[in-house]
């Protein structure tokens, strides 16, 4: 049995037409059903419906053999050991320092200022400000970075940004890009060593379906 990976919403509606191009179809929708885990129209392969943030953990660990898990969460946790064999081009957005309208950041973030950050990517941000100079206050959110700036917790985000309207909506202005994110496939090493031709096939489907896109 092949165990994928996969968060809902975005992840998991965006990995649809590569599983279709491997042959794979999701039997149950995951918005409806209160199922983990989901069957497929291979009675070898199954999806797992896990936290965005945990799809690493799983595959690391083996309680999957591979995962799609976004850049941002990829970067933040470092994953060491899992095999990133594609970018899939999937769930694309970019990371952002973003700052309340009328907010001085090029004062606050010159080599040596000092400036407080809320964000649900500490290790990125304080990398991110390290290599700048600019000494950084880490606050860690799980969610709604944006309230940070607006009730004086912090006076900059580092948050995911893709149309831009959730900033714009709470009067926050986009500054600097910190990277460009997307969806990556990851693999357990110790899994494809173990079952090399049944997860070579799913990977060069995918491989070629991210091509055909392209
Ligand atoms: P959880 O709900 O478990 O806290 P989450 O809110 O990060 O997780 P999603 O919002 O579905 O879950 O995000 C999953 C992944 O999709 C992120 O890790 C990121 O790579 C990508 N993503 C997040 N926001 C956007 C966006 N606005 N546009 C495109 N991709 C995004
Ligand atoms: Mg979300």
Redesign the pocket.
């Known amino acids: 049995m092949i165990t994928l990976a996969l968060?809902?919403?975005?992840?998991f509606d965006e990995t649809l037409p590569l599983l279709a191009a491997a042959g794979i179809e999701v039997l149950e929708d995951p918005e409806t059903s209160r199922k983990l885990i989901l069957p497929t129209s291979r009675d070898d392969v199954r999806v797992i419906l896990v936290?965005?943030?945990?799809v690493p953990t799983y595959v690391t660990y083996g309680g999957a053999d591979l995962g799609v898990?976004?850049?941002?969460?990829l970067a933040e946790q470092g994953a060491p050991g899992l095999y990133q064999p594609l970018d899939l081009g999937i769930?694309?957005?970019h990371m952002a320092v973003a700052v309340p309208a009328g907010f001085d950041y090029a004062s606050a973030a010159r080599a040596g200022g000092r400036i407080t950050v809320a964000t649900?990517y500490p290790a990125i941000a304080r990398e991110f400000f390290a290599r700048k100079g600019v000494h950084v206050d880490l606050i860690k959110l799980?969610?709604s970075m944006e309230l940070a700036p607006l009730t004086g917790l912090a006076q900059a985000i580092v948050d995911?940004?893709?149309?831009g309207q959730t900033l714009k909506a709470n009067r926050l202005v986009e500054v600097e890009r910190v990277m460009d994110?997307?969806?990556r496939l990851v693999v357990n090493q110790a899994a494809l060593k173990l079952h090399t031709a049944p997860l070579r096939r799913i990977i060069d489907a995918f491989a070629q379906a991210v091509h055909e896109q392209a």
């Open positions: 968060s809902k919403g975005r992840i936290r965005a943030s945990d898990a976004g850049l941002d969460v769930a694309r957005c649900k799980y969610g995911l940004v893709s149309s994110v997307s969806s």
